[in-house]
Antibody
Framework: QVQLVQSGAEVAKPGASVKVSCKTF????????VHWVRQAPGQGLEWMGR????????NYAQTFQGRVSMTRDTSITTAFMELSSLRSDDTAVYYC???????????WGQGTLVTVSS | DIQMTQSPSTLSASVGDRVTITCRAS??????LAWCQQKPGKAPKLLIY???NLDRGVPSRFSGRGSGTEFTLSISSLQPDDFATYYC?????????FGQGTKVDVK
């Protein structure tokens, strides 16, 4: 059974960085892209990017280019998303999700609330 | 990046109504389009992939149509569990994007 377990809520200051983890269970980690999607309070879903766990290759939305880094540790089947130069409008719930090739694995990660505040 | 525009932003409807949501892409995405449903405080759930294919376990009252740049999600007879926010999502190429969402609420 697929499970994606994310790290806990974070509070960070403007200008700082935050790193969120997504521990995966129940499927072959190397075979499927891990995606990151965020949702600001009361707002819609925003696709941030994805990582190929096998090769480490990444694709990022233009909005986040230069500020986001997605990595993985295959030995612990975990993906990471680090966002730097944080601003108040980065306050959001960050989700990890896995695409099978034709659909999203269900469920997504439970979400990690990142609050950016001085 | 490809822009996805949904309409309407909010749709007020009653149980039993047929509802249709439209999603337009800023360029041709063939049929690389999915629809997701999200309820407050929960992660999204996939309803439809590749424009018209129902995901496993999704009720048959949901249907998707379209290709190229224009797509629709229809619910044939709205049920109480269907009041939620719906997002289209394109996955043509390396960079993906979501529409801004359509909230279906009680009329």
């Amino acid at each position: 059974q697929v499970q994606l377990v994310q790290s806990g809520a974070e509070v960070a200051k403007p200008g700082a960085s935050v790193k969120v983890s997504c521990k995966t269970f129940g499927y072959s980690f190397n075979n499927y892209y891990v995606h990151w999607v965020r949702q600001a309070p009361g707002q819609g879903l925003e696709w941030m990017g994805r990582i190929n766990p096998k090769s480490g290759a990444t694709n990022y939305a233009q909005t986040f280019q230069g500020r986001v880094s997605m990595t993985r540790d295959t030995s612990i089947t975990t993906a990471f998303m680090e966002l730097s130069s944080l601003r108040s409008d980065d306050t959001a719930v960050y989700y990890c999700a896995v695409w099978s090739g034709y659909n999203w694995f269900d469920p997504w990660g439970q979400g990690t609330l990142v609050t950016v505040s001085s | 990046d490809i822009q996805m525009t949904q309409s309407p932003s909010t749709l007020s409807a009653s149980v039993g109504d047929r509802v249709t949501i439209t999603c337009r892409a800023s360029q041709n995405i063939s049929n690389w389009l999915a629809w997701c449903q999200q309820k407050p405080g929960k992660a999204p759930k996939l309803l439809i992939y590749k424009a018209s294919n129902l995901d496993r376990g999704v009720p048959s009252r949901f249907s998707g149509r379209g290709s190229g740049t224009e797509f629709t999600l229809s619910i044939s007879s709205l049920q109480p569990d269907d009041f939620a926010t719906y997002y289209c999502q394109q996955y043509n190429g390396y960079i993906w994007t979501f529409g801004q969402g359509t909230k279906v609420d009680v009329k």
